[in-house]
């Protein structure tokens, strides 16, 4: 199983960054992914998931309106595409499949 | 939704000694579905412990996972240099995932 996040950076507030997460080693099309993120030297928090298919998501209450997460099985890739972007969404977000994470990138929020 | 509470917050520990880690679930949760991971700093989680009890691979048997309903433990029976890192338990047998606060193991 690998995965490989991109697309973090620095953003000023209000704007928007959407991330990816290519997956491999798995039937990628099988499986419900999550978005995980980690504030600098805080714990583990759940962003959002999507069901095998795509049709269904859920999110977290700091993120509902503002994030949306989707996935392209055809290519087996995850998105997340983040807009209104604010100061304490600075974190490493982490892609997850069941027992397995990416390497994280990182999103800084900051004028 | 299920929030999981990790006791102590720092465990201060020698090497060889004997660790034990608790994680307390909000209301009784199914075993198959509780599972811990090791953090070290810059890096990702690594699975240990899935299923309450049963050692992902490659995990050395020093490390044991026990408990069921609200109760879960993860236990390093001897500590080794390289085991001295952040360890989250896990609730992920529904949405949302949660994890508990995480207890840093670290050298006395």
């Known amino acids: 199983v690998q995965l490989v996040e991109s697309g973090g950076g620095l953003v000023q507030p209000g704007g928007s960054l959407r991330l990816s997460c290519a997956a491999s080693?798995?039937?990628?099309?099988?499986?419900?992914m999550h978005w995980v993120r980690q504030a600098p030297g805080k714990g583990l928090v759940w962003v959002s998931r999507?069901?095998?298919?795509?049709?269904?998501?859920s999110y977290e209450d700091s993120v509902r309106g503002r994030f949306t997460i989707s996935r392209d099985n055809a290519k087996n890739t995850l998105y997340l595409q983040m807009n209104s972007l604010r100061d304490e969404d600075t974190a490493v977000y982490y892609c997850?499949?069941?027992?397995?994470w990416g390497q994280g990138t990182l999103v800084t929020v900051s004028s | 939704e299920i929030v999981l509470t990790q006791s102590p917050g720092t465990l201060s520990l020698s090497p060889g000694e004997r660790a034990t880690l608790s994680c307390r679930a909000s209301?009784?949760?199914?075993?198959?579905?509780l599972a811990w991971y090791q953090q070290k700093p810059g890096q990702a989680p690594r699975l240990f412990i899935y299923?309450?009890?049963s050692r992902a691979t490659g995990i050395p048997d020093r490390f044991s996972g026990s408990g069921s309903g609200t109760d879960f433990t993860l236990t390093i029976s001897r500590l080794e240099p390289e085991d001295f890192a952040v360890y989250y338990c896990?609730?992920?047998?529904?949405?949302?995932?949660?994890f508990g606060g995480g207890t840093k193991v670290e050298i006395k």
């Open positions: 997850y499949r069941e027992g397995s």
């Open positions: 080693g798995f039937t990628f099309s099988s499986f419900w």
């Open positions: 999507i069901n095998s298919d795509g049709s269904s998501t």
């Open positions: 209301q009784s949760v199914s075993s198959s579905f």
């Open positions: 299923g309450a009890s």
């Open positions: 896990q609730h992920y047998g529904s949405s949302p995932l949660t």
